[in-house]
């Protein structure tokens, strides 16, 4: 499959971007989407004529919108974008920046009123930042209303598997999903499917080497392997990072603790009380982070689920894990001196699949496997088991409306049905259901590992982003790396860490509370009282967090073959 625009390709756009309309349209289509679209080609050609019609008004406008730098956007900055221009006559820039750096420009332009972009791919972690601060456009309110005439009636929200991601807690969409990747568990089927190591690992544990259900189950696998010889290198039972750096904080908030077990039942995120640890109020205001306030960020559950990341690093990782970076530590498994992964970013998978790894067969089908994450000891049925990072198109209100009206057709342009199979052919982030439904998706999934296999699936609903509990995401994030990376350096312990975190969120909370900026649905912190006084209260009110701590935080293991959980998916 041809996933890159030709060169002449783009100098065609190029040269007849002057007259934009169906012409530059059709050799687009022909050139770079073919059959490669959940749209047949006459559906494909007249999307593209609603986009050259609603364009007209902005025609020779220059408009900038800036995202994070992965696959994904790469390929809309330096294929879509130029199309885009070609097709429609507008000059549209698409800047790729670091992750953080996204959040910066938008928190300056919240801060400062200055359009800065004039639209943002942000992750649906800031959903409640944008919600309770009100400065994004309102995307139910706009389509049906201002943005009405710039708005695909082809455009089909329902079809966006993350929709429920972008909605606040008033039934509206804030944001528009343009990609997504999850975090699951990883491993090497073929070291798993091999007759002495099962063999091996049943004389020892006493039950069968599968994928693991249980954290005790994945620790009794990261024992057995690390140490071992295969293929004439010593290998490791497990994979992380640990340098106290900005992206040691997205490895916990995203979704670290909820797959021990902290937080309530909830779907896509706990409730009253989160994956963060923050309970909100039955209006949707955050009341606390810390056990007193009835949070759970220092609660029994995310001790243990900080304790086992140190425990696992320590004993199972490579040791170079330790001061690596989440872009440093990506990759590694792909050199095939790993057994399992936990917390494997399926953004990674195109890196994981090129002819000529250690981890692929001269057939080009891999030697490992995607499978959900295991849940630890305090995880019950109905939590979320994992994370989904769903980077979201975002119109803030201090965009004037001409501009805000051109970069929303871009956003629908790079979302569109006619190209998102085609886009997610390159970059290997869902969106759309059209899309993982298609048949070229069927054909490609023996070479992806079982991502295919796990996003048609229903488990899949267990993996979200950052929900709306957290108020304010880009000023409490950044408390997560400080507070996790002074544990993981030693300097403390894993509850000092987490009393120290949930303490600095609740800070930031009283500082929001007394400035009443985000109105009747900002915090509104709740009084104190102990663990046990806040377990009964849950208990009475039908939720769970924060709960005890356990008498035995390391339940019976339990293992299930990889054939069966997909078979079970099937069904």
Request: net charge negative.
């Amino acid at each position: 499959m041809k996933f890159q625009l030709t060169t002449a390709m783009a100098l065609a756009l190029m040269v007849t971007g002057a007259q934009a309309g169906m012409e530059e349209a059709k050799a687009f289509l022909d050139a770079e989407i073919g059959d490669m679209s959940s749209l047949d080609r006459a559906a494909q050609e007249a999307e593209m004529q609603w986009f050259i019609d609603a364009a007209q008004p902005f025609a020779g406008m220059e408009i900038k919108v800036v995202s994070e730098t992965i696959t994904t956007h790469e390929y809309e900055s330096k294929v879509l974008a130029p199309a885009f221009t070609a097709i429609t006559g507008i000059k549209l820039t698409h800047d790729l920046i670091g992750e953080g750096d996204v959040v910066e420009k938008l928190q300056t332009q919240m801060q400062s009123g200055e359009n800065i972009y004039d639209a943002y791919v942000n992750d649906s972690d800031l959903i409640g930042t944008h919600w309770r601060y009100q400065q994004a456009r309102n995307l139910t309110d706009w389509m049906a209303n201002a943005g009405k005439d710039v708005t695909n009636p082809n455009l089909d929200i329902d079809d966006f598997i993350g929709k429920s991601f972008t909605t606040a807690p008033d039934g509206n969409l804030y944001q528009l999903p343009d990609q997504q990747f999850a975090n699951l568990y990883w491993f090497r089927k073929d070291w798993f499917d091999d007759e002495t190591n099962k063999a091996e690992f049943k004389e020892k544990y006493g039950y069968d080497l599968g994928v693991p259900v249980t954290w005790s189950a994945y620790e009794d696998i990261a024992e057995f392997f690390t140490g071992r010889e295969i293929d004439g290198k010593k290998v490791f039972g497990h994979m992380d990072y640990g340098k106290k750096d900005p992206s040691l904080g997205w490895r916990f908030t995203d979704a670290w603790l909820s797959m021990a077990g902290n937080g309530d039942k909830g779907i896509p995120n706990g409730l009253p009380v989160d994956e963060w640890g923050i309970r909100v109020d039955e209006n949707s205001r955050p009341v606390g982070s810390c056990v007193a306030r009835g949070g759970d960020t220092n609660g029994p559950a995310s001790v243990y689920a900080i304790q086992k990341y140190l425990d696992w690093m320590s004993k199972y990782a490579p040791p170079a894990a330790q001061g690596m970076t989440f872009s440093e530590s990506g990759p590694v498994p792909s050199q095939g001196e790993v057994a399992q992964q936990m917390f494997t970013y399926t953004a990674f998978t195109a890196d994981f699949v090129k002819e000529g790894l250690p981890v692929v067969n001269e057939d080009g089908t891999p030697k490992w496997r995607f499978a959900p994450s295991p849940h630890g000891a305090y995880w019950q049925d109905g939590m979320k088991l994992g994370y989904q990072d769903a980077g979201s198109w975002t119109l803030m209100k201090s965009t004037p409306d001409d501009r805000a009206k051109a970069a929303w057709l871009y956003a629908q342009f790079v979302t569109s049905k006619t190209v998102d199979v085609k886009k997610s052919h390159v970059g290997l982030t869902f969106i759309r259901q059209s899309t993982l439904d298609h048949q070229s998706f069927t054909d490609r999934a023996p070479k992806l590992g079982g991502l295919i296999e796990f996003y048609r699936s229903p488990a899949r609903l267990q993996w979200s982003p950052t929900g709306t509990n957290v108020p304010d995401y880009p000023k409490l994030a950044q408390l997560w790396w400080q507070a996790i990376g002074d544990a993981a350096s030693g300097a403390k312990t894993a509850q000092e860490a987490m009393d120290s975190l949930c303490a600095e969120q609740e800070k930031v909370m009283e500082r929001l509370e007394r400035a009443g900026v985000q109105g009747d649905i900002g915090p509104k912190m709740a009084e104190e009282h102990d663990l046990e006084w806040w377990n009964n209260y849950a208990k009475e009110h039908g939720t769970i967090a924060p709960q005890l701590k356990l008498e035995n935080e390391d339940p019976q293991p339990e293992t299930i073959s990889y054939d069966e959980l997909v078979k079970s998916w099937q069904q």
